[in-house]
């Protein structure tokens, strides 16, 4: 049974990622510092499965911690989730995105390099293209200026990733995750955000639920054909799996380069305004929303070509949008997150 480290195990994206892997025959090991997420995940993976991942509370800014723990461990791969992941406290706060999604990275390279572990899979981020020229969004997309340390976290994170892949003989694949929403279909994990969400589906689910007011919607003069912006929404589900075709793809020895890339999103672009309607008609539940400024550093339109995943991952998002939607929503109800 091949053994496969999880970083930021218990969060939205990791935990989904845990079932997959476990429902796929790997054992798993969790590191998580429960900073942004909660320890009660673990049993309700468990509940999933039916089996308990191996588990470590460990701050991945320790380098000692990192390095102590991979000793006598044999691991086939790394799945590298744990990151700090808002826009705006990024900006407020920029050495402390850099300390945690610089400094925990480069410290999990040197325990791998240092115990020959050589696949690695990286969670980034479509936020690496900026407002994309082209649309869909392929591979060979420039990689634009950051807009924020939190978006040059992922690209540095590649080019250290590319980096050592190169001078050690190690082998990657970066995600480019476009935005992942939903849960999973037996409703034991899903999305907690800490605090007022800064992202769309949970502002909404709240909203519905009562917890806020009214959704604010950025921006309704963008060049859309409804003035609002335009992301590919992706169920968190299908993400997850798209990490178990990624590993294989490693462990099968078929990466063409020690260090690949790939979009992961669903191909189609939905606006702010087609969400809400959406969500209105698969809950039934009517949204309270207004029109207010444009946040900055939001981009107009992104979405994925999903060629290169479809055909070289052998992997295509397979869930509807509606579907991600009523599972978000269902979600909302049961965790009745503040
Ligand atoms: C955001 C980040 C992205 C990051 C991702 C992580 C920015 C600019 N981008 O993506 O880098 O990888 O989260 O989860 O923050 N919206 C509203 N009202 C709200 C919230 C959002 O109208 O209360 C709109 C946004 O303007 C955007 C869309 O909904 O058009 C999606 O927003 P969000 O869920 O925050 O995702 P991104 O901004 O695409």
Redesign the pocket.
Known sequence: MKKILVTGGLGFIGSHTVVELQNSGFKVIIIDDLSNSKIEVLDNITEITGVKPEFYKLDLKIKSNVLDFFKNKKIDGVIHFAAF?A?GESVQNPLDYYENNIGSLVYLLQGMRDNNIDNLIFSS???VYGQSDELPITENAPIKTA??P??NTKQIGEEIIKESCKAYAMNAIALR?F?PIGAHPSIKIGELPLGIP????P?ITQTAAGIRKE?????NDYETPDG??I?DYIHVVDLAKAHIAALNRLLEKKNTKSFNFFNIGTGIGTS?LEIIKTFEKCTGVNLNYKFVAK?E??VTS?FASTKNANEQLDWKAEKSLEEALLSAWKWQQKSNNV
């Open positions: 992941k826009v981020s479509c936020t807009e924020s939190y978006g995750y935005n800064q992202n769309l589906i502002y959704l604010s919607i950025f921006g609002t912006a992301r702010v946040r550093g939001d992104a």
